[in-house]
């Protein structure tokens, strides 16, 4: 491709365009912004929080819950069409509406051993898994929600196909909660108890594929208020939830178990949701760029308010062009036409600027109705070019002589796209809705989170008209007694166990580690059945067993009560704490692994005080006599070296040199 570098002021240059416009919002990368850049655009997040919960079962079938399987390990397909329908205020949802205009196939691939009749909505809801409510009741209660009195399921309408039924029955389970962080409390809107969807493998043209593993597995969302003005606020209170989640081991971890949503907004700006943000180190980066989005999205309405005087009236133009008359050698274009694909010019009325205008880093306005393109009229990308590419895909000359056919104006723009003829109405109609929504700022929609920061459009912003009872499920009662007995078995707050690792003088950096794993039970354990230091077992814990996670493979999925059972061994046999480290590697790897076993595979000899003491009389003479060092100081650490080797396991460090000291230096 060939770059756009024209030095010519008088030809417009998009590159040049989209760093200006970055310099004109005021744009700061995520790494130099401090809280003054967020107060300035007016910095407001939110987040919802979704955790599957551990159980046997899934939420209103007795499937198996936590079992997966491959892509192509199933036994049936079923193919469904969806379709929008009235809310009981006899209104329309504007997402499922979207979902309509796609005219989406879904295929769902089941595989007999985790779904059911249930899941593909054959029958109707069993009761709702007592284990999974208990465990949600368990958590609300550690946020410090107030417990409903009687629990109803009401359903959530999802036509994107992630749920065969076409919606997720849900329930709130506790109101108005809260949840302390370093500087502030963050006040909880709800907390709810809901059924996962279903795993998508594949969204290609008019098909989505998806498998039902995960459908209908018990899963909680944790919701906050909007009162959260800094990416990392944000991230603090993500990983706060999923801690206080984790710290009552009823929870599931790993890929997909945790995942967030992420509502942002701006001064100006409207609620935007970052769907299904899998790791909480994004948060920040996301977070940063969608707020700095919707600022560049507002800079450009008050452009485009200056040029158009009725946005009511303004509309595209559109002809269909031959690729003949055009020098159109961009490949994309011509595996179209192998396809049998029309190819469409469209002229954007005063748009001169606004295509290469900085959205987000290394994305432009032009991306705003691609990726739309792709998603509601399913056209695959590249699915267009423009006038004002970074990167030139067609020749310029092409756009003049775009100009000449449309009669346009020096201010207007002009993109291309290629599409199957089925296709083109709506994609007509996703330019026009995308660019008409540039005059009113920033369009409410969730989109779709990337390792880089950067987000796209997934879908339009759901609305409350999605929501209704479910008449198959009776209200379930929620008596006092009931909620008293959970409340009695709750673990202790994460801020309390945060509090008492400082105490312990625990170094901060293994907090995240020991939380993230739910491994402050384990150190109190040890601590208290134990009486070892704190501080020492805190640190073996979140730096020694974090390092060995990370360069060693275990045989299977290692137990953490072994490490219990490694320094009660090390207690009871009298053995120095600082053998643990050598055990380790060895424990993690071989877990049946008896421990005497372990310490001749290291060599490891149990030898007396005495008889390691007894050798310093030796080696100070020997000292002497190859003069290594003049000082005492020096003598005492070249000894020290001599012994560690035996001395490890069997004398502390500490004591050791102490020893060593007293022998007359």
């Known amino acids: 491709m060939k770059k756009n570098t024209s030095d010519d002021p008088a030809q417009f240059n998009p590159k040049q365009n989209y760093e200006k416009t970055k310099q004109e919002i005021g744009y700061v990368p995520r790494k130099k912004a401090n809280k003054s850049d967020y107060e300035r655009i007016g910095f407001m997040s939110g987040l919802e929080v979704h955790q599957q919960l551990k159980t046997k079962e899934k939420l209103f079938c007795h499937c198996p819950a936590g079992i997966y399987h491959s892509h192509d390990d199933y036994h049936a397909e079923i193919i469904r069409h969806m379709r929008p329908t009235l809310s ?85 389970l506790g109101v108005e909660g809260e949840i302390p ?28 594929i998806y498998k039902t593993d995960r459908l209908g597995m018990p899963l909680i969302e944790t919701v906050t208020y909007p009162e959260l003005y800094t990416p990392d606020e944000l991230k603090e209170a993500g990983e706060y939830i999923r801690f206080l989640n984790r710290s009552t081991g009823k929870v599931r971890t790993g890929i997909g178990a945790g995942r967030e949503d992420v509502n ?17 180190k994004w948060i920040p980066e996301l977070s940063h760029n969608e707020a700095f989005r919707q600022w560049a999205l507002l800079n450009l309405r008050e452009k485009l308010i200056g040029r158009v005087q009725d946005p009511k009236n303004w509309k595209i133009q559109h002809k269909e062009i031959d690729y003949r008359d055009y020098d159109l050698k961009y490949q994309p274009i011509i595996d179209g036409l192998i396809d049998k694909y029309r190819i469409i010019a469209v002229n954007l009325s005063q748009f001169k600027g606004i295509l290469s205008h900085f959205t987000q880093p290394g994305k432009i306005f032009a991306n705003e109705i691609s990726d739309r393109l792709k998603v509601i009229a399913c056209i695959e990308k590249p699915n267009m070019t423009h006038s004002e590419e970074i990167e030139t895909t067609i020749e310029p000359q092409n756009f003049e002589k775009l100009k000449q056919l449309f009669n346009a104006s020096e201010n207007d723009a002009q993109l291309i796209f290629w599409a199957p003829e089925a296709d083109i109405k709506t994609a007509l109609e996703t330019i026009e809705e995308r660019c008409l929504m540039a005059f009113d700022g920033v369009p409410k929609e969730t989109r779709k989170a990337f390792a880089d920061g950067t987000t796209i459009f997934e879908r339009v912003l759901p609305g409350a008209d999605r929501m209704y009872p479910d008449t198959d499920s009776a209200p379930i009662p929620l008596e006092d007694k009931y909620i008293t007995k959970l409340s009695k078995n709750l673990p202790t707050d994460v ?35 134990l009486k070892l230091d704190p501080k020492f077992i805190g640190s ?94 020096g003598a005492i650490h070249w000894i020290m070296g001599e012994l560690q080797k035996t001395a490890v396991g069997n004398m502390a460090p500490d004591k050791l040199i102490k020893a060593i000291e007293k022998n007359n230096f």
Request: with cysteine; glycine share 4%; hydrophobic share 35%.
């Open 88 to 172: 009981e205020l006899g209104e329309y949802d504007g997402t499922a509406l979207m979902e309509q205009k796609t005219r989406k196939e879904i295929i769902y691939r089941i595989n007999n051993k985790t779904a059911c009749t249930y899941e593909i909505d054959d029958t109707p809801p069993f009761k709702i898994d007592r284990e999974a409510l208990e465990y949600a009741l368990e958590i609300s209660l550690l946020c410090k929600l107030n417990i409903v009195g009687e629990v109803h399921i009401t359903r959530k309408q999802y036509l994107d196909g992630s749920i065969p039924t076409g919606f997720q029955r849900t329930a709130i």
């Open 181 to 208: 962080l370093k500087n502030k409390k963050v006040r909880l809107i709800q907390l709810s108890i809901e059924e996962d969807s279903c795993r998508e493998i594949s969204d290609i043209r008019h098909t989505r």
């Open 264 to 280: 942002v907004s701006c001064k100006g700006g409207t609620r935007v949701e970052v769907k299904g943000v899998s790791h909480n």
């Open 495 to 529: 801020i309390v166990r945060y509090n008492q690792l400082k105490e312990w003088n625990v170094p901060e950096d293994t907090y995240t580690y020991i939380f993230r794993n739910n491994l402050y039970p384990l150190i109190e354990k040890i601590v208290t059945k």
């Open 540 to 633: 073996f814990i979140g730096h020694r067993l974090k390092f060995i996670e990370g360069h060693y493979k275990p045989a299977n999925t290692f137990d953490y009560n072994k490490i219990f059972d490694l320094f009660m061994f090390l207690n009871e046999n009298k053995l120095e704490l600082s053998l643990a480290k050598k055990i380790l590697p060895i424990l993690y790897q071989y877990p049946k692994m008896d421990f005497n076993s372990i310490l001749t595979s290291i060599n490891f000899k149990q030898v007396s005080t005495d008889e390691i003491l007894s050798k310093v009389p030796f080696l100070k003479q020997k000292f002497k006599e190859i003069q290594v060092s003049k000082t005492d100081k």
